[in-house]
């Protein structure tokens, strides 16, 4: 894998799969990019440059483990830029990467061409999703052999009486089946320090990015699956109305891996919106 260094000295890895203009991809967890693939073979249309974000996959673990708080990451994402030579460039963002592409666009708008936020988590805008938001759309599972013992884990999560997170994995999959059995197991977070330091005090600055994004005129896509308890459309339309040139997609039968769920579907309509 080749690698750059980071403003702080940091070793960062970064994936380079098919042909085409760049797009520069963000992994969510924070997790080892791998679990991307080739985003259901968008690598057919595009070159992706997926980051392994520092602290996960063959990217070094910084000296200074307060560099994993998302906005600081915005550092190595426009580090990358640099060092591929990009005056600007497509990017996007998956789940929690989506909040560091959302707070990359709005410090460095023009350096920004096209915006794509996958399932996006939307801290960095300040949307919060309520418990009876995931609920219904767990509701809309209720006919999957799973879904009694996933339900009664979630409701307790819900609740604040349960932690039982591995339980609901399949609410997260359009189709809980073997491949996505591998999927999950393989793109579980293992840098935990990672994941507890990404939204860590002044991590985010809602206000702040809010206003910065009305003036950002990139266009943007937004893609959100049908069930996906983490991203639901109906958040995700609201965080779509914050941006000038927003497109919002529904991707029906999908969850919070559309690539997952439906490799086709989903990569036809990345592909057509970054042309």
């Known amino acids: 894998m080749p690698t750059f260094t980071a403003s702080d000295g940091t070793r960062l890895a970064y994936r380079v799969q098919g042909d085409g203009d760049p797009v520069l991809c963000i992994p969510g967890g924070p997790a080892d990019s791998a679990y991307l693939g080739d985003l259901g073979g968008l690598s057919a249309h595009r070159r992706l440059i997926t980051l392994d974000l520092r602290g996960t996959g063959r990217s ?3 000296e200074d483990t307060s560099s ?3 906005d600081r990451l915005v550092d190595d994402v ?4 640099a060092h591929l030579g990009l005056a600007r460039t497509d990017l996007l963002g ?7 592409a959302t707070q990359y666009a709005a410090r460095h708008p023009r350096n920004v061409r096209k915006l794509a936020l996958i399932t996006p988590g939307m801290r960095a805008v300040g949307l919060d999703i309520s418990g009876e938001t995931r609920r219904k759309l767990a509701r809309l599972r209720s006919g999957e052999p799973w879904y009694p013992a996933a339900f009664a884990a979630l409701e307790a999560i819900t609740e604040g ?12 999959y359009g189709r809980w089946d073997a491949a996505a059995r591998q999927h999950q197991a393989a793109g579980r977070p293992r840098n935990m320090e990672a994941v507890a330091l990404f939204g860590a005090e002044g991590a985010f600055d809602p206000r702040a990015t809010r206003a910065a994004l009305a ?4 266009p943007v896509l937004l893609l959100a ?3 996906d308890l983490n991203s639901p459309p109906e958040t995700v339309a609201e965080c779509a109305a ?16 559309p690539w997952v769920d439906d490799a086709e579907r989903f990569a036809a309509a990345v592909a057509a919106f970054l042309e």
């Open 94 to 100: 998956h789940s929690a990467g989506a909040n560091l």
């Open 78 to 81: 426009e580090a990358l830029r």
């Open 242 to 257: 914050l941006f000038p040139a927003a497109t919002l997609v529904v991707q029906p039968g999908a969850a919070h891996y």
């Open 60 to 62: 070094a673990v910084p």
């Open 161 to 172: 009486a349960g932690s039982d997170w591995d339980a609901i994995n399949p609410f997260f």
């Open 215 to 218: 003036a950002c005129g990139a």
């Open 225 to 227: 699956g049908e069930f």
């Open 68 to 70: 994993y708080r998302c």
